[in-house]
């Protein structure tokens, strides 16, 4: 008998350790590129596996609160909090979507983490990182901003990755 309680706790972790490694080499490889107001976090594309399994939904939370303790060097502490809060709730989003189809792509479950995070970080900059008060119309472009990073990454790493799985049945071999 398998313990499917340790292969939940087992998927968490590999996923989140997947989410802050990409992060983490990317940010050394293209600095600046994963903590930019436009950004393009390959890491990202791993949002996808919540469409297959709901051990993505910590895991990739894990992995973001991991990958986002390097911006506290770089002075951007509140960017723990808010993007991790953005991938829990983008994840819980395209877990909840994953039926949701437009001839079998899941277009909605992946608009998700362009959404919270254009969202709660376009926020969080003009909130915190702009100087004077909060403009609604700076809200827009940073968030807009924000969610064309997003947008970039799923549409095109994550329905890449998305694809790769869904073609191949490794969702059913990986997330049993």
């Known amino acids: 008998m398998k313990n499917t309680k340790a292969q939940k706790v087992a998927t968490t972790a590999i996923i989140a350790a997947l989410y802050a490694a990409l992060t983490y080499a990317q940010g050394i490889l293209l600095p600046g590129s994963t903590t930019a107001a436009v ?6 594309a791993l949002n996808v596996l919540a469409l297959f399994t709901p051990a993505a939904i910590p895991g990739l939370t ?31 989003c ?6 949701a189809r437009i001839k079998s792509y899941p ?7 362009a959404i919270w995070n254009g969202v709660i970080v376009g926020w969080e900059i003009e909130a915190f990182f702009i100087e004077g008060k909060f403009h609604f119309g700076d809200f827009l472009v940073q968030g807009g901003l ?22 191949r049945h490794l969702d059913k071999k990986m997330f049993r």
């Open 146 to 167: 924000v969610a064309l990073g997003e947008l970039g990454v799923m549409l095109t790493l994550g329905t890449a990755l998305y694809f790769l799985i869904s073609k």
């Open 107 to 113: 277009l909605w479950a992946m608009l998700m983490p």
């Open 94 to 99: 395209i877990y909840f979507l994953r039926n």
């Open 62 to 92: 894990i992995g973001c609160i991991i990958s986002n303790l390097y911006s506290i060097g770089q002075g951007l502490p509140l960017d723990m909090i808010f993007g991790s809060i953005a991938t829990l709730g983008a994840t819980l």
């Open 39 to 44: 950004q393009f976090r390959v890491s990202e």
